[in-house]
């Protein structure tokens, strides 16, 4: 049997989890935080060691074995809707056939149903009118125009993102002409001629 070779960080969040909260993935060390915290939790996950369980992360049977510890029995807490409706769908056709060939094929068209059921959820395409560009646009259109700190503002974009999106984008590829005007004391103000 072959061990599994954890980093520290995933040793104490596996360790913390199983010694706390039942298994549930809900802390981690300080230094751990953002982009490391998702590589950590991709790691973990790539080698099967945790499994998501709806609103987060539990361990898997695998990261028990892999701090040598004892599996848990099987919690349907744990285990979102989809897996429990195919664990009662493999019990149910396994208990019903005694036959392998006729059992293989029944097992695997309730699979193959029980996976069709499972939609995951579908984002809506992002279309030209619901685009960051058709949002400045619109602000550019608006009477009193729109200042880069209020696009930056509504769109998450720097400053430098803005205005090469006016002189590359806006001017060059779609032919408008931006015109800006700077009030006494105030902030430059861009508009659509």
């Not at 807490?77 to 195919?86: D, G, R």
């Not at 939609?119 to 619901?130: F, L, S």
């Not at 009030?183 to 001629?193: C, F, H, K, L």
Request: glycine letters at 8%.
């Amino acid at each position: 049997m072959t061990t599994t070779q954890l980093t520290p960080a995933q040793h104490a969040i596996l360790a913390k989890a199983i010694n706390t909260s039942g298994g549930k993935i809900d802390w981690f060390p300080d230094n751990i935080k953002g982009g490391a915290r998702k590589k950590v939790l991709d790691g973990l996950f790539n080698r099967a060691l945790i499994t998501p369980d709806g609103e987060g992360w539990c361990i898997a049977a695998e990261g028990y074995d892999a701090l040598g510890m004892k599996r848990p029995h099987i919690d349907v807490k744990h285990t979102s809707k989809f897996e429990a409706k195919l664990d009662a769908i493999i019990a149910n056709a396994e208990a019903a056939q005694d036959d392998t060939a006729d059992a293989d094929a029944e097992l695997e068209a309730a699979v193959a149903q029980a996976e069709a059921s499972f939609k995951t959820p579908v984002k809506a395409p992002r279309t030209r009118d619901n685009s960051k560009q058709a949002d400045v646009i619109r602000m550019l259109q608006r009477p009193e125009g729109a200042t880069i700190g209020q696009i930056c503002t509504a769109t998450g974009w720097q400053a430098h993102t803005v205005r090469g999106t006016f002189a590359g984008a806006f001017k060059k590829k779609l032919g408008l002409t931006i015109v800006s005007d700077k009030p006494q004391g105030g902030e430059r103000v861009y508009r659509i001629a």
